[in-house]
C-alpha cells in the first residue's frame, strides 16, 4: 500500500496531503521507461563487447584461428628446418661441387634474394594475424626461390660432371702396349741418340719393344684421324684425334685394326706392333700431343699402372740410350 505524504498549511495552520497531478505522473514513467530501455540497449552493446559473452559461433571461429596458429606456428618451424638442409646443400654446392669443376660459386645474397616485388604481400595486410601470415609467406617464397637456384645450379654441375667424364676419358692414359713386368722400355722422352746417324737429337715420344704382332690400345677415347703410310719416316701409323686438344700417335705398325673416321675407346686393339718406316727393329713408336705440341707421354699413365710402376717404368725411360727410330 502506497504510503500517503503530507506537508503543513502555514496559513490555515493544518496538514494536507501531497497529491501528485495525472500528466506530471505520465512524464515520469515515460522517462523511467525511456531511460531503462537506454540502459538495457547500452547492457547490450557492452554484452556483446566483453570477451565473458561469446556466441557459439564466436567460439567456433576462435578455435579455428587458434588452430591456425598453431599449423602456422609448425609450418614456421618446418620451414626453419628445410631452409637449415637448404643452407647445407649449397655451402657442398660452392665449396665443394663448384671448386672441383672450377666454377664460381653462387653468392648468399642470390640465394636468399626472394622477390623484389613490394607489393606481393599487400593483399595479407589488415587482418589480426596479418604479421603471421606474411611472416610465413615471405619464408616460402624465400625457400621456393632458394630451390630453384640450388636446382639450377646441379644442372650445371650435372653438365660439367657429364663433359669431366668425356674428358677423362679422352685423355690418353694408359700404356698403349702391355708389359707385365714393364721392363721393355726402350727409350723415353727427350734426346736421344739416333740409331741410324748417333747424332744426339730431340726423341718426341717414347719407344715400347714388343714381339711383331703384339696388340696396341688405343690410350683413350676418340676418333681416328690417320690410318695410312704417308708420313715419313713413321711407316704404319695411327693418329687418334682425342678432343680438349689432345692427339696420341702409334707408329712402325705391322698393320692396323682401325680406320680413318672410326671412333674407338679406350683400350680398344686399334693395331699390331711392327717395323715399318724408319725402325731399327719392332717395337712401337708412341707420342702424345697437346695443342700441337708433343708432351712427355710418361705423365698420362695414371690410368693403367701403379706407383711402383711407374718409378719402374720412369727411370728406364729416363736413361739416355739410343733410340729405336
Do not use: W
Amino acid at each position: 500500500m502506497a504510503k500517503v505524504k503530507y506537508y503543513y498549511d502555514s496559513e490555515k495552520l493544518a496538514y494536507r496531503k501531497i497529491t501528485t497531478k495525472k500528466s506530471k505522473k505520465f512524464g515520469f514513467a515515460v522517462l523511467f521507461l525511456v531511460a531503462a530501455a537506454l540502459f538495457g540497449f547500452l547492457s547490450f552493446v557492452a554484452l556483446l563487447n566483453v570477451p565473458y559473452f561469446k556466441t557459439p559461433n564466436d567460439r567456433i571461429q576462435e578455435r579455428e584461428i587458434e588452430n591456425l596458429r598453431l599449423n602456422y606456428a609448425i609450418l614456421n618451424k618446418k620451414l626453419e628446418q628445410l631452409q637449415g638442409v637448404a643452407e647445407q646443400i649449397a655451402e657442398r654446392d660452392n665449396n665443394l661441387y663448384r671448386t672441383y669443376f672450377n666454377t664460381a660459386p653462387i653468392s648468399d645474397e642470390e640465394r636468399k634474394s626472394g622477390y623484389k616485388n613490394k607489393n606481393r604481400y599487400t593483399t595479407l595486410q589488415g587482418f589480426n594475424n596479418s604479421e603471421l601470415v606474411s611472416s610465413t609467406t615471405k619464408k616460402m617464397d624465400v625457400l621456393s626461390k632458394q630451390l630453384a637456384i640450388q636446382s639450377k645450379s646441379l644442372d650445371a654441375i650435372l653438365k660439367l660432371a657429364e663433359a669431366k667424364q668425356d674428358f677423362l676419358a679422352s685423355i690418353p692414359a694408359i700404356q698403349p702396349v702391355q708389359n707385365e713386368k714393364l721392363r721393355h722400355v726402350a727409350s723415353g722422352f727427350g734426346y736421344r741418340t739416333d740409331p741410324f746417324t748417333k747424332a744426339r737429337k730431340m726423341h718426341e715420344g717414347m719407344d715400347f719393344t714388343a714381339k711383331t704382332g703384339t696388340p696396341i690400345f688405343a690410350s683413350g677415347d676418340g676418333i681416328v684421324v690417320r690410318a695410312d703410310n704417308s708420313a715419313s719416316g713413321f711407316g704404319n701409323h695411327i693418329v687418334i684425334r682425342h678432343g680438349y686438344g689432345y692427339e696420341s700417335l702409334y707408329a712402325h705398325l705391322s698393320k692396323y685394326k682401325c680406320r680413318a673416321g672410326q671412333r674407338v675407346k679406350r683400350g680398344d686393339i686399334i693395331g699390331y706392333v711392327g717395323s715399318t718406316g724408319r725402325s731399327e727393329a719392332p717395337h712401337l713408336h708412341y707420342e702424345v700431343h697437346k695443342n700441337g705440341k708433343v708432351v712427355n707421354p710418361l705423365n698420362f699413365y695414371y690410368g693403367s699402372i701403379s706407383a711402383v710402376e711407374y718409378v719402374a717404368i720412369s727411370n728406364a725411360a729416363n736413361q739416355e740410350n739410343q733410340s729405336l727410330d
